[in-house]
Nanobody
Framework: QVQLVESGGGLVQPGGSLRLSCVVS??????????MDWYRQSPGKQRDLVAT???????NYADSVKGRFTISRDNAKKTVYLQMNSLKPEDTAVYYC??????????WGRGTQVTVSS
């Protein structure tokens, strides 16, 4: 069964940076075919899409993070990253990685907590 494991979350002051990682393992299919997403969810709120990177490397971002967050991937390491700069308290959330396989199959990680607070 495919596993997605996020890491890199933690407590950071406003204006600080974090880099999240998501490693995909135990996949029958090659990592290169997956489109990858980062989502986030705050208590009492819906889970929202933050950033996407396609199998071809195209990226897209939520308006709230444009210019501050960067999604990237390393196919050799089967890893997708989310570099988060200029963090704000409203970025506090659990961040989830999602893998999208052609044909509509979706797989989620368990999330990593990001807290932005002074």
């Amino acid at each position: 069964q495919v596993q997605l494991v996020e890491s890199g979350g933690g407590l950071v002051q406003p204006g600080g940076s974090l880099r999240l990682s998501c490693v995909v393992s135990r996949s029958f299919f090659s990592f290169v075919i997956y489109d990858m997403d980062w989502y986030r969810q705050s208590p009492g709120k819906q889970r929202d899409l933050v950033a996407t990177i396609t199998s071809g490397g195209s990226t897209n971002y939520a308006d709230s993070v444009k210019g501050r967050f960067t999604i990237s991937r390393d196919n050799a390491k089967k890893t997708v990253y989310l570099q988060m700069n200029s963090l704000k308290p409203e970025d506090t959330a659990v961040y989830y990685c999602k893998a999208n396989r052609p044909g509509g199959v979706e797989m989620w990680g368990r999330g990593t907590q990001v807290t932005v607070s002074s």
